[in-house]
């Protein structure tokens, strides 16, 4: 693998519930037995028609839009009260509200509620990628990377790998739950994008990412 320059890698520790990186399966609605109410993470979509903001005509329409997503994110909120749940994350510019919470949860929301994920983690994969995307025949007609900088935002890298060695220009990360090296939410510079810990076979992500770019 050639690049003239190296990699920018940016660990960006992004939880999208506090329990690490976080994957989706296929869209399913989660159900169990009745009276069963083992706990579990679930991403929710809420039922709003959305469209992306940027393709939103005027900054009124954005504020609307993110009106109806709040209204939306009250009445279930409002359905869960006094049901044993935890709301792990919140989303101003999407309908999705990430909960955890057992079947009886599921099923209070479900008028509300167009899709359910599980939240829960994959380890990596994907070990055909550079015949996959064709690079190999890009690298015969002489596409090397010379001249680019790539930015892998990820769960961190091992910048001593032999794809990655003496390659990696700058470093960062950013983490919502204070899992940057220094302990904090923010750190720059060298060491910064470490591989996380929390998660063994997850945090190797960003050097396969990475590896692939």
């Not at 790998?161 to 090296?181: M, R, T, W």
């Not at 190797?204 to 990475?210: C, F, I």
């Amino acid at each position: 693998m050639r690049l003239s320059k190296g990699l920018v890698i940016f660990a960006l520790v992004l939880l999208i519930t506090n329990f690490g990186v976080a994957a989706l399966a296929d869209p399913e609605v989660i159900a169990q037995p009745q009276g069963q109410k083992a706990t579990g993470r679930y991403l929710i979509r809420l039922k709003v028609e959305t469209a992306s903001e940027g393709s939103l005509p005027h900054p009124e329409a954005v504020v609307r839009q993110r009106h109806a997503i709040r209204l939306a994110k009250q009445a279930v909120q409002a359905a869960l009260s006094g049901r044993s749940h935890r709301v792990t994350r919140e989303y101003s510019s999407i309908p999705f509200i990430a909960v955890e919470g057992g079947s009886d949860v599921l099923a209070a929301i479900a008028p509300m509620v167009s899709t359910v994920y599980q939240d829960h983690l994959f380890p990596p994969s994907l070990p055909e990628s550079i015949p996959l995307i064709r690079a190999n025949q890009a690298w015969i007609q002489g596409f090397d990377g010379s001249g680019s900088v790539v930015a892998v935002l990820d769960t961190g890298v091992d910048k001593l790998h032999p794809f990655l060695a003496v390659k990696i220009i700058d470093e960062a990360c950013y983490s919502a739950s204070g899992n940057c090296q220094n302990g904090t939410d923010t750190q720059l510079g060298s060491g910064a994008a470490v591989p996380c810990a929390f998660a063994a076979g997850a945090c190797r992500h960003g050097t396969h990412v990475a590896g692939i770019a």
